[in-house]
């Protein structure tokens, strides 16, 4: 017996055991990935990159293509075990190594293969302030994962949002670096749950390391213009959350390029920060089709051959999904070998982790998924529990003159885009054995006594003839456009008058937001606002309730309506919760992760930015309509008796008090801020520090402590040393970035 061969032996021995048997062409090809469906004899016509349970593979083309050599990673299958233990079975008994695959696959908010759980979309989980309830998430999406036969998720989104513009905002935490930063510690822990050989865990994989968020103009893949000292202080902590507390394994690669380097490329950010600094266990990933954007959009060559070479002598482990056929791929990476312009010791190095990674996934001893265990795990009570308790702590009320809670209505109207059709958000499952219930459904069965009427009013987009949406012509990317809807804003304006109140159910579907859905403008799409005003006139109290993927401009709908109430894409129980929210059977208590601006013009809008600019413009206040950490609720809370006492060594022990003071129980997102009045450098005048999502019933009191130390004091002062300065620091508590109820001044001496 080898020692790769010998389970008793640590993972990191049998991998250096294998390597050491392993041919040029064997080690290539566990750096190389391949679309699984591409080599499906008949996939499905239904669902995108599935295969159906009756389908096969075609094993001349796997053996045309794979030969004795095996595939490091297969993506793109969706099916069930059966059909992925039938190629697995190829790799062990057929390949010269007998070296198992690993299966890899999107699972944003839940596995995109149709039938899975669908949870809320990662920047509706960050509305609930709640990092246990994530944790939660990230396990059941585990679980449903590795049930169905995927090892890996390209997966969690830890980009941070600051441009309300960029079309995957829906994919993030939001635009907040501790909280984004708390939230991907959070959903990797319950995903991979420390020990990825469970048939439990999986192997997590943030993207888009490690600044994307903040492309020029919004739009996605574009440039960050942005200097050392924010990339260390406001986007690279959120990374090392997930990879240092999470224990996420490996990182996809950003697209864009950061002060005019492409990420791709770059040793800095592939070899000295993100292995020698941050510790990354696995490897780094190319994104779909990132190497060839290095000629196509970079210009940094005219040769693809040459953008392999920049990608992996800059620290990348293995390209992505579509850059580059196997064979060019092998060729390549072969003649620069030849020619001394890659060394072997690099691609040895990415082989070895890749190799280690299986070997504490358990692959080897067993590489087979059970192919009955699935159905007692999808959609299972236990996760269908955590769906519906993350959709309604995610519901934010943004405002209200007391129309909500619902009280007993006698006649009420449904209307918008999506009152009678669930938005689900990108990179989702589709339902498949079961239904999505609409905001009008739920309300039909929540109120059974009272006239219930519905009307669409109009459209988000129009469909103009096609039946599908391509992005960069990405085929895992598909979006079905929305079916025709016929604007009926006079059928909708009748419909209202006369009514208790009038739900409007408004916002984004997934041709306004998700990937490739950039936008220019932030107001409503189509005809939405005029619907809301034109409903608004009659005089019935309007109720607007958004399914929306990013912020909105909504100056003149807070002007006319009664009631806003902020839902984002909640996933399978989505309308439940918007209609429990409604009539009162729960508190809402979310919070916003992303700031909403007043004017569209108003970019970036984001709270944490720093001083210095005018407090103005010609038009009004700099200042967001709706800050970040906003939320209303149906009671009132009450701080107090806050104090701060040194702890030594720059740091302080903080306590306050929150009461309920009004009549009903409630959740409290209670939020500690700093500002560092005393700095060399310029540092924003308020930054989250801390928070908690407590319950409280009426009357009820309870003492909050939150401990304060160096990481969350510290500055890079002008030498890019991280220190705490001697000085003053404000400590601010209170239910919002904007609503601070009480302040206290520490010194740090």
Known sequence: ?????????????????????????????????????????????????????????????????????????????????????????????????????????????????????????????????????????????????RSLGHHEILAPNLDVARDPRWGRTEETFGEDTYLSSEMAAAIISGEQKGDISRKDAIISEPKHYCVHGIAEGGLNCAPARVGVREVETCYLPVFEAGIRRGGAYNVMACYNSIDGEPVLTSEHYLKEVLKDRIGLRGISRADWGAINRLVDAHHLTRSRKEAIRMALSGGLDMQGCCDVAPEEYYRDIKELLAEGKLNERDIDESVFRILKMKFELGLFEHPYTDEEGYASVVRCEKHRNVMKKAAEEAIVLLQNDGVLPLSAPKKLAVIGPSSAKQQLGGYSSNPRGYEIASVYGEIVKRFPDAEIRQCDGCGITKSNGETTHYVDGQPHLMKTLDADIDDMIEDAVKLASGCDAAILVCGDNNVTSGEGSDRSRLVLNGRQRE???????????????????????????????????????????????????????????????????????????????????????????????????????????????????????????????????????????????????????????????????????????????????????????????????????????????????MNTVVTVR
């Open 1 to 145: 017996m080898k020692d790769y061969q010998n389970p008793a032996l640590f993972p990191e021995m049998r991998a250096r055991s294998l390597l050491a048997e392993m041919t040029l062409d064997e080690k290539l090809a566990q750096i190389n990935i391949i679309r699984g469906v591409e080599y499906t004899v008949n996939s499905s016509k239904y669902f995108t990159c599935t295969a159906e349970d009756d389908d096969h593979f075609d094993f001349d083309k796997v053996r045309a293509s794979i030969g004795k050599n095996g595939i490091g990673y297969i993506h793109d299958i969706y099916s069930f075990p059966r059909i992925k233990n039938e190629i697995q079975k190829y790799l062990v008994e057929e390949t010269r190594l007998g070296i198992p695959c690993i299966f890899t696959g999107e699972a944003l908010h839940g596995l995109s293969f149709a039938g899975c759980s669908i949870f809320p979309v990662p920047l509706t989980l960050s509305q609930t302030f709640d990092p246990e309830l994530v944790r939660q998430v990230g396990d059941g999406i585990a679980r449903e994962t």
């Open 531 to 741: 619907l809301i005003l034109r409903v608004a006139a009659t005089g019935t109290p309007v109720v607007l309730v958004l399914e929306n993927g990013k912020a909105i401009e909504l100056s003149a709908e807070a002007k006319v309506c009664a009631a806003i109430v902020v839902a984002g894409f909640g996933g399978e129980y989505g309308a439940c919760a918007i209609v429990r929210a409604l009539a009162g059977d729960i508190n809402p208590a979310g919070r916003l992760s992303v700031s909403y601006p007043r004017d569209e013009g108003m970019i970036p809008c984001y709270y944490s930015r720093n001083p210095g600019g005018s407090l103005n413009y010609l038009e009004g206040s700099t200042a967001p309509l709706f800050p970040f950490g906003h939320g209303l609720s149906y009671t009132k809370f009450a701080y107090s008796g806050l104090t701060a006492r040194e702890l030594g060594n720059a740091s302080f022990e903080v306590s306050f008090t929150v009461k309920n003071e009004g009549d009903c129980e409630g959740d409290e997102v209670v939020q500690l801020y700093i500002n560092d009045i005393d700095s060399s450098i310029v540092t924003p005048g308020r930054l989250l520090r801390r928070f908690r999502r407590i319950t409280l019933a009426p009357g009820e009191e309870k003492k909050l402590t939150f401990v304060l130390g160096f990481d969350d004091l510290k500055l890079l002062d002008k030498r890019m040393k991280w220190i705490v300065e001697p000085g003053d620091f404000d400590i601010m508590v209170g239910a919002s970035s904007a609503d601070i109820r």
